[in-house]
């Protein structure tokens, strides 16, 4: 009727102006709460109407969001010893008895086939519970943890639901709070993933595994129950690509989680783990992973993504005893990456397919090529190179492949060092073209990065390459259309160049001091976080330089020190260190690297 459908359109725009407000106006909404949003907000979440119920779920976590950050910026002010801008009303911890029950009550209202990219009230109810775990942390458990009883109901929305909901809540509350209660539902979700008839189940099961794995790991690492577990997860690599990806992320988790732990019992003198609990079965889960990449339905639900992230997390977070399979799968990747090249190069027509899976390629090679040992990384140098310049030399690539191919050749300059010395020649075309590709900036940065590498590796042998360096990176700031997250990358690694190439920096210094100079007086909004994010890193960038440069300009002879010629810009240096030291809202990162500059000072002119 005309009536239901003036009240669902008024209820939408009440409550939706009302969530709008409540991020901007929230220290004046106070009388507004108690008088009427409560009340209307409580029944939009509970209407059986979609789109009412989701403006008031949305409203809700909009309050969550905003006092998480009031939280958050009591506790800066708290610490600057002044009192927080605005005060938090903790409508949150006043609503939590009256808005869990509809929530859970959400969660029990789904279909078994959802669509990932449907946003319903089922989907947003779960947001919304993750916000209140984080934002009010320990008093959300009391409320949540009753529905677990649902764990074993006969009806799997039920079912599904009760374990939706704990892996909800995993972030926020302190994990004494949820250790045993995770401790003892272990067991029921080891037993649902292996063998629930619902693929909802099986799905948010293998979710929540990894929630805890990456929350409460020493829950999961100390659990009796934590090899058959690890078994459940293998086992899911072969189900629906939904519950493969899910234990993919699992992996991930527990992975890492497993190599922190080891990594806290080493010895300050060992150079990581020897063994850690996955090391028994670490090749049986690599060799799954990689199965699972070569599935027909891998390209659903972001499956092969998830398990090259997932081969990618296990080979860097591997212990020594696992170093025989981390150089077997090397070479399946290589065998991989130049099989898939092949079949390119023979297409009639370019594939998305293999585009996305050259970055993947590229990502965990580049991944397992940093654990390597330097020599055996030597030995597979001719041919990983071989193949990156093929990627690098088709016109047809897309820049997400040409900046991981560039990555992946980074790595191999930090582990082989000079070694990599006999690639150069081939090299240098494709990285003057990409520091001249100022319209895909991140291939640009991407080949900045590999100037820096060269300059650590190469140091004073990088000299007869310097000129022709500094004129593209010049270029490339100098270019308008330059997308300016390049821009602190390309004034650190004037820094570099000068570390490098020593007292012979002094030819470009002129230059670069008024570079540096016009980048220290730019001004941004800080109300925009972004743009005052960007200006500290930019100011990272010119100090990075300054203490290259001060450094480079000593230079390890007495004969040649050039630091004489940096002398009449000292004052420009020191005025950008104070404004640094004055400013309170600078980076830690951005004090950090004043500091060193100082100190750069005081060491070279006392």
Not at 54 to 74: P, R, V
Not at 398 to 407: C, G
Not at 470 to 496: N, R, Y
Not at 563 to 569: G, R, W
Request: glycine residues 4%; aromatic residues 8%; proline residues 3%.
């Amino acid at each position: 009727s005309i009536y239901h459908i003036f009240k669902k359109k008024s209820t939408e725009a009440v409550v939706s102006t009302q969530s709008t407000g409540m991020s901007l106006y929230y220290k004046y909404m106070e009388n507004y709460m108690s008088q009427a949003l409560f009340a209307i907000t409580l029944a939009a979440l509970e209407s059986k109407e979609d789109e009412v119920a989701l403006q008031g779920i949305e409203f809700w976590s909009t309050t969550c969001d905003e006092e998480t950050d009031l939280a958050i910026e009591a506790q800066e002010a708290a610490e600057l010893g002044e009192p927080p801008d605005v005060v938090s009303k903790h409508y949150m911890l006043g609503a939590l008895q009256y808005l869990i029950p509809p929530l859970l009550k959400r969660l029990t209202v789904q279909e078994e086939y959802d669509d990932d990219d449907d946003w319903n009230p089922n989907k947003a109810a779960g947001v919304c519970l993750m916000l209140i775990a984080q934002c009010c942390m320990d008093h959300v458990v009391p409320h949540v943890i009753g529905f677990q009883e649902h764990i074993n109901h006969e009806d799997w929305k039920f079912r599904e639901a009760a374990v939706m909901s704990f892996g909800c809540i995993v972030d926020g509350p302190d994990p004494k709070t949820l250790n045993q209660h995770a401790w003892n539902l272990i067991p029921h979700l080891i037993r649902l993933l292996k063998g629930d008839p619902s693929l909802a189940v099986r799905d948010t099961c293998a979710w929540t595994l990894g929630r805890i794995s990456e929350r409460l790991p020493q829950t999961i690492l100390q659990h009796p129950h934590v090899m058959e577990l690890v078994e459940a997860l293998i086992r899911s690599l072969n189900n629906d690509p939904r519950v493969a990806t899910n234990a993919c992320w699992a992996f991930t988790s527990l992975a890492e989680s497993a190599y922190e732990h080891a990594k806290s019992l080493c010895g300050d003198n060992e150079e990581g783990p020897q063994t850690y609990i996955l090391s028994g079965c670490f090749k049986t889960i690599i060799d799954q992973l990689l199965a699972t990449t070569v599935r027909p339905d891998a390209t659903q639900n972001n499956l092969r993504s998830a398990a090259y992230e997932a081969i990618m997390e296990l080979l860097k977070s591997s212990p020594r005893d696992c170093y025989v399979t981390v150089q077997e799968t090397t070479v399946t990747i290589i065998a991989t990456l130049q099989d898939l090249l092949h079949r390119q190069s023979n297409a009639s027509q370019k594939d998305n397919n293999y585009t996305d899976l050259q970055t993947l390629l590229c990502a965990t090679l580049s991944c397992v090529i940093r654990k390597m040992q330097q020599g055996d990384a030597i030995q597979i140098a001719d041919t990983v190179m071989s193949a990156f310049l093929i990627m690098m030399s088709s016109n047809e690539q897309s820049s997400d492949v040409q900046e991981d191919a560039l990555m992946a050749v980074g790595t191999v300059i930090e582990v082989t060092g000079k070694h990599f010395g006999k690639y150069m020649d081939s090299l240098w075309p494709y990285l003057v073209a990409s520091l001249q590709n100022h319209v895909e900036y991140s291939v640009c940065a991407a080949a900045v990065g590999i100037v820096s590498d060269l300059c650590r590796t190469f140091g004073a042998e990088i000299a007869n390459l310097s000129d022709k360096l500094m004129e593209l990176l010049i270029a490339a700031l100098s270019d308008g259309a330059m997308h300016q997250s390049v821009k602190p990358a390309i004034l650190s690694t004037f820094g570099d160049i000068a570390m490098a190439i020593g007292p012979l920096f002094a030819k470009y210094l002129q230059v670069v001091i008024h570079i540096l100079q016009q980048a220290s007086v730019a001004t941004v909004d800080k109300n925009d976080f972004d743009m005052w994010e960007y200006f500290n890193e930019l100011r990272e960038g010119i100090l990075e330089a300054y203490s290259g440069i001060v450094q480079g300009l000593q230079g390890e002879e007495p004969s040649a020190n050039q630091l004489e010629t940096l002398k009449p810009y000292l004052q420009i240096i020191l005025t950008l260190i104070i404004s640094v030291a004055e400013d309170r809202d600078k980076s830690d990162n951005l004090t950090s690297v004043a500091c060193g500059l100082l100190g750069d000072i005081v060491v070279c002119y006392g």
